[in-house]
C-alpha cells in the first residue's frame, strides 16, 4: 500500500502543486506573468502561511482517511475501495481537492505569479467538470451498494 500511496502523490500533487508550477514560472520569467516574489514578513508570506498548513493538514488527513478506511489511494486509478465518510469527508464534499486549492493559493501568493494563478484557475475548472461527471456517478453507485 505505501507503494501505490507514493506513486499517486508523486503523480498528483507533487506535479500540480511542483512540478507545473515551477515549469511555469521558468516559461512566464522575464514577463508580467512570471514571479513576483514576497519578502518574508509581507502580508502575503503571512496570508500564505495559514492557507498551506491548513492545505497541507487537509490532504495529509484525506490521504490517511483513504488508506486506512478506504483501503486505497488518492489517485483515480487506484480508488479506495469502501467510501469513506469520516474525518474530513464528514463535513466537506471534496477535503483532497480543497486542501489542494488552499496550497495552490499559498502558492499564489508566495510566487505573485499570475501564470500561477491561471493554472490554479484551469485546475479549478477543471474539477469542477472532473468531479460532477466522472467522480459523482461512480460515488453514487458505491452508495447503493453496487460496488466491490
Given at each position: 500500500?505505501?507503494w501505490r500511496?507514493?506513486q499517486?502523490?508523486?503523480?498528483l500533487?507533487?506535479n500540480?502543486l ?12 522575464g ?5 513576483r516574489?514576497?519578502?518574508?514578513g ?6 500564505a502561511?495559514p ?5 497541507l493538514a ?11 478506511r478506504g483501503?486505497?489511494?488518492p489517485?483515480?486509478w487506484?480508488p ?8 474530513p469527508?464528514?463535513r466537506?464534499?471534496?477535503?483532497m481537492?480543497t ?6 493559493g ?6 505573485g ?5 491561471a493554472?490554479g484557475?484551469v ?8 468531479i ?7 460515488l453514487?453507485?458505491?452508495e ?5
Amino acid at each position: 500500500m505505501a507503494w501505490r500511496l507514493l506513486q499517486s502523490v508523486l503523480i498528483l500533487p507533487v506535479n500540480v502543486l511542483g512540478v507545473i508550477p515551477a515549469l511555469l514560472l521558468w516559461a512566464a520569467e522575464g514577463s508580467g506573468w512570471g514571479a513576483r516574489w514576497t519578502r518574508p514578513g509581507s502580508w502575503r508570506t503571512w496570508a500564505a502561511l495559514p492557507l498551506a498548513a491548513a492545505g497541507l493538514a487537509l490532504a495529509v488527513a484525506t490521504m490517511r482517511n483513504f488508506v486506512e478506511r478506504g483501503k486505497g489511494t488518492p489517485a483515480p486509478w487506484d480508488p479506495p475501495e469502501r467510501l469513506v465518510v469520516a474525518g474530513p469527508y464528514r463535513r466537506v464534499r471534496n477535503p483532497m481537492m480543497t486542501g489542494v486549492f488552499l496550497m495552490m493559493g499559498a502558492e499564489v501568493l508566495v510566487t505573485g505569479s499570475w501564470a500561477v494563478a491561471a493554472w490554479g484557475g484551469v485546475l479549478l475548472l477543471g474539477n469542477l467538470v472532473y468531479i460532477p461527471l466522472v467522480e459523482e456517478p461512480c460515488l453514487a453507485v458505491v452508495e447503493l451498494g453496487h460496488a466491490r
